[in-house]
């Protein structure tokens, strides 16, 4: 019999909301890179906006990976991983 441990004991919420903000950053530039290709956009404004939302993403991965290692509760499920 396997023993489960609560949610909270799992991820922290700190940990959730920037997972959230990733996943979504990255989304966003997704969905923004395809329509780039379909459309065939061109031009300074286009790649500076695309340059700019990858940033967004590479930014809110950066600050998740960070809190996992400097955070207590995270450091400790990685741990047990």
């Known amino acids: 019999m396997s023993m489960q441990l ?3 004991t799992i991820v ?4 959730q ?3 959230e903000a990733c996943v979504s950053a990255r989304e ?3 969905k923004h890179r395809a329509e780039i ?3 065939r956009l ?3 404004k286009t790649g500076d906006e695309l340059l ?3 940033a967004n993403y590479a930014r809110a991965y950066y600050v998740l990976q960070r809190h996992a290692q400097q955070c207590l509760r995270c450091r400790s499920v990685l741990r047990i991983a």
Do not use: D, F, M, T
């Open 6 to 8: 609560p949610a909270e």
């Open 12 to 15: 922290c919420s700190e940990y």
């Open 17 to 19: 909301r920037l997972l």
């Open 28 to 30: 966003i530039w997704k």
């Open 37 to 39: 290709y379909r459309y």
């Open 42 to 44: 061109v031009g300074k």
């Open 52 to 54: 700019r939302l990858q």
